[in-house]
């Protein structure tokens, strides 16, 4: 399994179809197609039946910061668990250090504005969030569905907006080579003009994820 930051760079540069993101920012990846419909159409059921209001770690007092659904999927259900291999087999991470799985749904109107995945070092639920674990380092997230009109993840400081498209993996790395915070990584997931959206996010953490 694959631990340091540089060897994932390489092992994904390698794979066929990925695209990296041709700025010196951040390490940000693409590629289109990695999900089969059908694995997406069963995560797509799961999210809903399982859905919630999603929350946010450090309540920053804007009701509307975060208005989509999360979903926690369990690791045993069959669609999950293919999902989980998939996504192994790509990225090589040791699944050790990756948080449980996530869906998330966003209808008309809903968003998520300007965030980091990483907990902001000194925040005020950082040692809440990081103390077992340690901060987030890879994020791995995934488009279940086309969406109609609007949904796209815009990284304003890398000036670049990716949208919907079925089966289509967006990952990055929240770590500069120091293995400090990157905010150059801050990203809004934008609202939907028309339809629903639906993602998944796999986080992986810097020690094997115990909460």
Known sequence: MIESGES????????SGMQRLPTPKAELFQLRGLVPDDLCDALIALIEQGRRPSTIA?????????????CDLDANLPAVARFETL??????????????????????????????DYFTPGGRDFTKFCALSGNRTWTFMIYLNDVAAGGATRFKALDKTFHPERGKLLCWNNRLANGAVNPATLHHGMKVRKGVKYVITKWYREKPWRG
């Open 8 to 15: 994932i760079v390489s092992r994904l540069s390698a794979l």
């Open 58 to 70: 450090d309540d920053n007092g804007d009701a509307y910061f975060r208005t989509s659904e999360t």
């Open 87 to 116: 996504l192994t087999q790509l990225c090589g991470l040791n699944p050790a250090y990756g948080e449980p799985l996530q869906g998330q749904r966003y209808a008309i109107g809903q968003e998520f504005k300007p965030h980091t």
